[in-house]
């Protein structure tokens, strides 16, 4: 039997001529396997960011404190002194004409007595003496009130020597070598003994305003 008459059957042909017998030289094209990657979608770019200008922060300013305006505490009321007792009042004179004299003398208890002589020769011109008058020094009674000496004394007529009347506590003022009437009595005030007797002039006016004072 020749070769040609060998029957081969299909599972035969399959196990001899699973490879080329005769190599003609050609290849098969390789066969180009494309890798295929998951392709991820298109990210969205995100929109354009606006330059952000940075500006310095603003701080809010302090608010101001009020200035509060210190209060002025209120002047101490005057409270005058219980008035001295009969013992203790000082004064100089008689007081038969009801007349006060009122001086301020730092150094002396009641008037020195350079300034005495020349309220002596006063009084004389008016015809007075010390037995007609009271003299008071007001360094003795800056608490005690005028009404209080005009209590004591009786007066209706009352001459300030170195003082204005606001000073002795009188509610009211007015001018040297004016008589003024107030509270019942008649006032006048003048400078203090010591620049009358140094002054001519001064001098003049007072004796012009003590004629119509003691009715002369």
Not at 4 to 33: F, H, M
Not at 160 to 166: A, H, M, Q, T
Request: with cysteine.
């Amino acid at each position: 039997m020749s070769l040609n008459e060998i029957d081969l059957n299909a599972a035969l042909l399959t196990e001899l001529y699973g490879q080329v017998l005769v190599d003609t030289g050609e290849r098969a094209p390789a066969k180009v396997t494309q890798s295929r990657e998951p392709v991820s979608p298109p990210v969205a770019e995100p929109p354009p960011v606006a330059e952000t200008i940075s500006q310095p922060a603003v701080v809010p300013a302090p608010t101001p404190k009020p200035v509060t305006a210190p209060v002025p505490e209120p002047a101490a009321p005057f409270i005058a002194a219980a008035p001295p007792t009969d013992d203790d009042w000082k004064f100089l004179g008689k007081n038969a004409q009801k007349v006060l004299i009122v001086v301020d003398y730092q150094s002396a208890l009641h008037i020195p007595d350079e300034d005495l002589g020349f309220l002596t020769q006063l009084l004389a011109a008016c015809k007075l003496n010390l037995g007609d008058i009271t003299l008071v020094n007001f360094l003795h009674y800056r608490q005690t009130s005028y009404q209080a000496v005009l209590e004591k004394f009786g007066s209706r007529r009352v001459i300030l020597f170195g003082l204005d009347p606001v000073q002795w506590g009188l509610p009211i003022n007015f001018p040297q070598f004016q008589q003024q009437a107030f509270a019942g009595c008649q006032f006048l005030h003048a400078p203090d003994l010591s620049a009358i007797k140094a002054d001519k002039l001064v001098k003049t006016k007072l004796w012009v305003a003590l004629q119509p004072f003691f009715g002369l």
